[in-house]
C-alpha cells in the first residue's frame, strides 16, 4: 500500500536555527498538509496546500514558516528561526481530492527538538 | 467553545466489554468527519469515516447527529489491542480539526 514518507525521523536543532523537514506525499494524492503535535498535546493543523499554493493556514502558521513543493513529488516544511516551543512532532498528510469525504493519509512524522 | 470536544478519558476497560465515545462539534457548517486512532509517539491513522446513516466495520459502529453537532463511536467485543487514543476528526472548508483524543485502556 502507497504511504506517505517523512524525513528526518528525528531532527535535533538550535534555537535560531532554520530546519526544513521533507516528505514524500502519496503519488496520486493532490492535497497535502502539515500538522504539528506537542508531547502530550492535542494534533494541531498548520497549513493545506493545493494546486501549488497555500489553501488555508493556522494562526501557529506565522512569518517564520513556510511551505514548498519544489518538484512533482516532495513537499517541504521550513521553519526559518526555530523556537523552543517549536519542538513536537510534525506530521505531513495528503489525500485524493478534497478532504470532503477523503481521509488523510499520515506520514510517520518527524521529532522536532530545539535546544 | 472549541471546535471539536471529547472528554479525554481514560476509559479503562475491561477484554470484551463495550465501549462508547462521543465527541461534539461546534460549527455547523462542518462538513465531513472522521474517527482516527493513535498509538502512543505514532501518527494517527484512519479508523472509519462517519457518515448520516451510521456505518459498521466489524467490532465498531459510528453514527453522526448533525442536528445535536456529534458524533459516536461504539466499541464491541474489545481487545487488548483497542488500547489506543481515538480522535475525533471534522473537515470543514478544508481544514481538518483533530480533538485532543479520548484515551482507552483494555485491562485483561
Not at chain 1, 17 to 25: K, S
Not at chain 1, 41 to 70: A, C, G, H, T
Request: glycine share 6%; aromatic share 12%; with cysteine.
Amino acid at each position: 500500500e502507497p504511504e506517505v514518507t517523512q524525513t528526518p525521523s528525528h531532527q535535533v536543532t538550535q534555537m535560531g536555527q532554520e530546519v526544513i523537514l521533507r516528505c514524500v506525499p502519496i503519488s496520486n494524492h493532490l492535497y497535502f498538509y502539515w500538522y504539528r503535535q506537542i508531547l502530550g498535546q492535542k494534533v494541531e493543523f498548520l497549513v493545506s496546500f493545493y494546486n501549488n499554493e497555500i489553501s488555508e493556514k493556522s494562526e501557529i502558521f506565522d512569518d517564520q514558516f513556510s511551505v514548498e513543493r519544489p518538484d512533482g513529488s516532495n513537499f517541504t516544511l521550513k521553519i526559518r528561526s526555530t523556537k523552543l516551543e517549536d519542538s513536537a512532532m510534525y506530521f505531513c498528510a495528503s489525500t485524493t481530492g478534497s478532504s470532503y469525504n477523503s481521509p488523510l493519509h499520515f506520514g510517520n512524522g518527524t521529532r522536532l527538538t530545539v535546544t | 467553545r472549541k471546535e471539536v470536544e471529547q472528554d479525554p478519558g481514560p476509559f479503562n476497560v475491561p477484554e470484551g466489554a463495550t465501549v462508547a465515545f462521543n465527541c461534539t462539534y461546534s460549527n455547523s457548517a462542518s462538513q465531513s468527519f472522521f474517527w482516527y486512532r493513535q498509538d502512543c509517539r505514532k501518527e494517527p491513522k484512519l479508523l472509519m469515516s462517519v457518515y448520516s446513516s451510521g456505518n459498521e466495520d466489524g467490532r465498531f459502529t459510528a453514527q453522526l447527529n448533525r442536528a445535536s453537532q456529534y458524533i459516536s463511536l461504539l466499541i464491541r467485543d474489545s481487545k487488548l489491542s483497542d488500547s489506543a487514543t481515538y480522535l475525533c476528526v471534522v473537515n470543514r472548508d478544508d481544514k481538518i480539526i483533530f480533538g485532543k483524543g479520548t484515551r482507552l485502556h483494555i485491562l485483561p
